[in-house]
């Protein structure tokens, strides 16, 4: 699935748009596998956002779609990935990403599930999809290819400041989820400081990057909001602002992903 058709996903187009989503071709270079794989562990997180979203009643309608279309690009891309496998390590790391998904795909479909499961679930998915990643980076064994892994890690790291907002907000883990978040911010922030002063950054990898930074003003904005008076639109604004800086970090992993050939 190219940049444009995962720019759609995150603007919640009908289901039907991800489900036609032509098949990956085989031969997919690393970087882009490297790409994919990460963005498996940015929608470990977003499906379990988007499930506490919809079961805390925080924007349903598009909650829901969020939720149908973030598990259909992910059995896409498990499918997709599996026509990459440079080695023993990859194939490992394949088959326990599948075993973990397959455990937590069910709860993601199941609006009375316990959300001590899912936050479980999701974890295990992400820990699963970041050995993947891995495995992909030192196959490639490239500087570039460093960058996919950092920049689309940034991704993951939106989506885990939001759930653990929500599941703070709901009650869930909540001292746990105050961690992650502080965690997963200052990871962001650090991180976003590499990539900042990465050679290789060419001027519109520059320009983007510059984009990033605004959009996690406005996101750290939104995540302070959490013991605001309206509690429902704060929790809007994190769900809104979580899905830009989405959007807008998958623009820059995309750039890094092409300047790795």
Known sequence: MNRRDFLALCCVLPAAAVLAAPPAPAGLPLATAINRAGRQRML?????????????????????AILTQSVALFEQQLNDLKVVQPGDEVRAALQALEQEWTRYRPLLADGRADPGAVWNGSEAVLAAAQQLTLAYERAAGTATGKLVNLSGRQRMLSQRMAKAYFFRQAGVNA???????????????????????APQNSA????????????WFFFQNALALRAAGDPKRASADVATTSERILEQMDLVVGLYEKLAG
């Open 44 to 64: 470990s997180q977003r499906t379990a956002k988007a499930w506490l979203m919809q079961a805390q009643g925080v924007l349903p309608d598009r909650a829901k």
């Open 175 to 197: 001292g746990a989820a105050g961690k992650m978040m502080d965690a997963a911010m200052k990871e962001f922030a650090q991180a976003l400081e590499e990539l900042k002063a």
């Open 204 to 215: 519109l990898i520059k320009s983007e990057l510059a984009l990033v930074e605004q959009q």
